[in-house]
């Protein structure tokens, strides 16, 4: 190990340099080093933190990975309450905006025209030059605290550069999530048989609120500053403030114009409106502001939004087309989706032939006819969708729709349950996009990860009759396999795609599959696709069950004390296991040779501390934080991430955050210490 000395000053190296590529790559896009090199730097620093705990920095880049949970996000009232904007819709009313600014003003004023992200609000608080807390709009008044997310998002200074900012500041921005890692994140999160989200603003939203911000940390959230609020700032104008803020280090938008008066701010509006289907991120309008601070001061605000500026929105574009028909599709979990077929029409840039019609609700509602004409909108949302029938032109042919009410693809008759919008085909075993659904999703990347075998090969062999279920994949021969040869007809008429099987595809397919008998446990548990069971379920019920058969043997209650289950959660395990096929699906896995328990240094090794909950903080000199948690569940106890009164210790390493400590000393909850905890343990 290096000396102390030298220790520290390559730390202190390392965190400027990852902190200067950070900024190269999130803020100007233009990286000097590899992702690899960048990589290799933060391990080092990473490594050094652990061997030295002492000098690390809690604002050191290497918190972006998160890990920090947040049970409850405690709700915090701003110091300057979080206005909105006053909307408009057309030139008129831009222009009785202007006319009201010059008549309180009583002279001209110039503007500064800037986009209007359309993502979340937040507002940050830093404290010398250090990023102190991150706060939700919430209402307006009192937001969520939602800091140790919004730590991991890349493009944020936890630092800010070195520059004459205030001792204490909020500068206010909106996070949002670029269009491709949006799109991205959807398709993964497809394959893996979770929901996938609307748009990016709901993703952005969603992510923010989650409890474990090491998730958030690989989500692509990303955030633009556009408003700076504090005691005695100087600066006299808007856009030396956004000056200002892009010098200390934050991310603002440079697609913003000054405007001598309204015809200028028009011409902007207009260029922006004709080119945002080309930004890498989804804006709903432009944000038109006074730029003088003095004048800002003389206009103030209304209750609700500062009279000093206005957000010009854009219409969502629109088109008009005639609906041809309505397909049904199935998806993995058996929930049909009506999708309208539509004379195709140029709508934002892109040709639409297809629109979704979401559910039977939705599409009774919109009262729609085989053959009328319908208004065709692409929002947020990527998928146009039909917002309404213009009935003016419908005409005495056009055939009236009623929802389906068998499976397209099985025949079998739908269901719906109470409350919910979709309705099922309830044949999971039987039902060909289902069963071809599971059989993918078992052999995904994070499940069972048999790459050599891909969506169109797992077609080919449900086809021939190969493949019913996840354990025929372990009675593949090669000699059953080798020569078949099939051409897959595509959508859209993308041209017909050819599967072979030749010699080295079946080797590779045979080797895949005998690798996976290889993969851990809780993948394995993933890999069965269990209704509402993803990754990181998976994995606490394997931590917590060590192995299969004490899930499928397990109680109600028993499944619901395992951190993240809850009832709906159960009920879909204890379903699962009810099914005989499923049973015995499981138990050929496991006759194949697949993992049916965690490996044992994961297992609980001793009751020692049963029945005790404890909440980690800080870093430690003998274990990294993960290993200390683990330590704690191999001898029976439970970490949680936040201080209540069930919580038994508090476990202090060096940095504990000054509010843990608080909390705990007033919950009289004990902190203990790294050497205390050993000691605990009679180590
Ligand atoms: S200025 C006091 N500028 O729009 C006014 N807001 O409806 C502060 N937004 O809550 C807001 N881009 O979340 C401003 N360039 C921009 C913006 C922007 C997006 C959002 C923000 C605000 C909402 C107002």
Redesign the pocket.
Known sequence: MIDKAKARERMVELAESVKYHNDLYYQQAAPEITDYQYDMLVKELEALERDFPEFADPNSPTKRVGGEITRIFQSVKHRYP????D?TYSESELSDFDQRVFRILGEPCEYVG????????ISLIYRNGKLQQAIT?GDGVQGDDVTANVKTIRSIPLQLLPGDYPDEFEV?G?IFMPRAGFEKMNRQRESEGESTFANPRNATAGTLKMQDSSIVAKRPLDA?F??LLGENLTGETHFQRLNFLKSWGFKV?DIRIKAQGIKELLNYIAEVDHSRSQLPYDIDGV?V?VNSLSQQEKLGFTAK??RW?I?YKFKAEEAITRLLSIDYQVGRTGAVTPVANLEPVFLAGTTVKRASLHNADVMAGLDVRIGDFVHVEKGGEIIPKITSVDFSSRHGESLPVTFIEHCPECKTQLVRSSGEAAWYCPNEKGCPPQIKGKLEHFIARRAMNIDSLGEGKVEVLFEQGLLRNAADLYLLKFENLLGIEKILPQEDGKAPRKVSFREKTVENILKGIEDSKSVPFERVLFALGIRHVGETVAKKLARHFAGIDAIIEAKYENLISVDEVGDKIAGSIMNYFSDAENLAMVNQLRIAGLKMRIEEENIIQRSILQGKTFVVSGVFSGFSRDEIKQSIEQNGGKVSGSISSKTAFVLAGDNMGPEKRKKAEELGVKIISEEEYLRMLEI
């Open positions: 979080m206005l909105s904007l909307n800037e986009l209007k992200i359309d993502g979340v609000s709009r206010r909106e633009f556009y408003y938008n944000v502001k939004s500062p500026a957000s």
